[in-house]
T-cell receptor, first 116, second 116 residues
Framework: AQKVTQAQTEISVVEKEDVTLDCVYE???????LFWYKQPPSGELVFLIR??????QNEISGRYSWNFQKSTSSFNFTITASQVVDSAVYFC?????????????FGTGTRLLVSP | GAGVSQTPSNKVTEKGKYVELRCDPI?????LYWYRQSLGQGPEFLIY????????DSGLPNDRFFAVRPEGSVSTLKIQRTERGDSAVYLC??????????????FGEGSRLTVL
């Protein structure tokens, strides 16, 4: 079975603070993908990143960075110098070879509130 | 429009009625997905189409749910004998090729279904 746990239900920060959103996953697949999606108030999920299970290199894209650690089954997401526009619900997701790469399993999401 | 379009945006129906939800994917996208999102939860996979055929319908909860994509473009999710537990936001997504490609799914804003 595949499972994604986002233990942080809601995080509140003040603008310019750094914030890390945690994601822990469970899978028996040796080949899998991990994703982060952003869901702003409009409701439309927006793709942020996909990593495959063979690539543990950390990735940075502007103010966003991701830390993938297979040893702890975690794929954490950090926003540096947060902005009000970062306020949204963020979802971590997983898909694996055995259950089908097309079938994403999402966590319950972390709501991020960035206040001015 | 350039994005995934879903209609209606809101649908209120009575228990036992039949409902159709429509998804118009991004032009040229061969893969189409339906997810369901209940309040406070992450999206839950329902079905995936590659072209006209349902490649994976393992997420459909029971035989009251059915989806079609007759011409490989627009898709309709059909729910018979609706129940109050069917109330959720139904999300449609499309992608150019499979998730194993770029990995990016493009989501619509969803159809909010309320069953009274």
């Amino acid at each position: 079975a595949q499972k994604v746990t986002q233990a942080q239900t809601e995080i509140s920060v003040v603008e310019k603070e750094d914030v890390t959103l945690d994601c822990v996953y469970e899978t028996r697949d040796t080949t899998y993908y991990l994703f982060w999606y952003k869901q702003p108030p409009s409701g439309e999920l927006v793709f942020l990143i996909r990593r495959n299970s063979f690539d543990e290199q950390n990735e940075i894209s502007g103010r966003y960075s991701w830390n993938f650690q297979k040893s702890t089954s975690s794929f954490n997401f950090t926003i540096t110098a947060s902005q009000v526009v970062d306020s949204a619900v963020y979802f971590c997701a997983l898909s694996g070879m055995n259950t089908g790469f097309q079938k994403l399993v999402f966590g319950t999401g972390t709501r991020l509130l960035v206040s001015p | 429009g350039a994005g995934v379009s879903q209609t209606p945006s809101n649908k209120v129906t009575e228990k036992g009625k039949y409902v159709e939800l429509r998804c118009d994917p991004i032009s040229g996208h061969t893969a189409l997905y339906w997810y369901r999102q209940s309040l406070g939860q992450g999206p839950e996979f329902l079905i995936y189409f590659q072209g006209t055929g349902a490649a994976d319908d393992s997420g459909l909860p029971n035989d009251r749910f059915f989806a079609v994509r007759p011409e490989g473009s627009v898709s309709t999710l059909k729910i018979q004998r609706t129940e109050r537990g069917d109330s959720a936001v139904y999300l449609c997504a499309s992608s150019f090729g499979a998730v194993g490609g770029t990995g990016e799914l493009f989501f619509g804003e969803g159809s909010r279904l309320t069953v009274l």
